[in-house]
């Protein structure tokens, strides 16, 4: 990139190009360039983040938009047409303001005039409008301080020993598109009950829903492989299936329903 970037946004290309490195990209697209602006931090990461967006997130969202490539990819990786686009766009952004240097928040702009790609896409997927991150983007050029970045919100999945294949599938999805999955009942924020075929509460399970119960803690009962509500309803929301058929799917919306039982946690 030549010296009419900024140092922060050199280090965003190559950031952008370990990305594609990682998925083993033959080129390095919007989707990449993103996660290097989410890589940086500074202003866009900034931007991006107080609408709820994380690193991991937007990276699963981008492996599950592209994939992963079956082999490493030696040599010069070029830009792809889209993301040639997005950079000259952020230059014209950038002059267009009076800035003599391309910024990380004028490549953000860049992004967003660019219609097609991974990079809209990714925020399509994220529930994100691409005209709230420009008025954002503005915002941060014009001076204006934005609120903090949302918090993602902590899950602790209670499960019998027998579903701990299930849970596990689960809370690595969860991981993946950037939820944040803790190991002791005492620091979630939102406790998932894993519900199974046959499902009957163990004295486990009954004592992390009563450590919630105190504290005050959304329950979300997930109901995996067909099992049906327990007869016994535990207290909170409600159930939200998981089928094998459509897993990401349903963990997305489990994802969703986490949100609206803890509003201003992700």
Known sequence: MSERFTDGA?????????????LNH????????LLGLLGQGGAAAAVLGSLGLSLPGC??????????GSLPVPGHLPFTPGAKRALAAAV?????????????????????????GVAPDVLARSGVPTADVRDRAFAVLAGIELP????????FLSHRPQDLHLAGRIADRLDDIGRSVVGDVAQCDVLLAVIGP??????????HVEAARTRSVPVIPVLVDGAEPP????PGTGCVTV???????????LADAVRCARPGLG
Do not use: K, M, N
Request: proline share 4%; hydrophobic share 40%.
């Open 10 to 22: 050199q280090r965003v290309s190559a950031l952008a190009l370990q990305e594609a490195r990682g």
């Open 26 to 33: 033959t080129s390095i697209s919007t989707g990449h360039l």
């Open 59 to 68: 990276r699963a969202h981008v492996r599950a938009l592209d994939g992963r």
């Open 92 to 116: 014209r952004e950038a002059f267009a303001l009076g800035h003599r240097r391309v910024d990380t928040e004028h490549l953000l702009l860049g992004l967003l005039a660019e219609d097609d």
């Open 148 to 155: 903090p970045a949302e918090r993602p919100a902590r899950l």
């Open 198 to 207: 046959g499902w009957a509460p163990t004295e486990a399970v009954l004592g």
């Open 231 to 234: 007869a016994d309803p535990l």
């Open 243 to 253: 089928r094998h058929e459509t897993f990401r799917e349903d963990v997305a919306r």
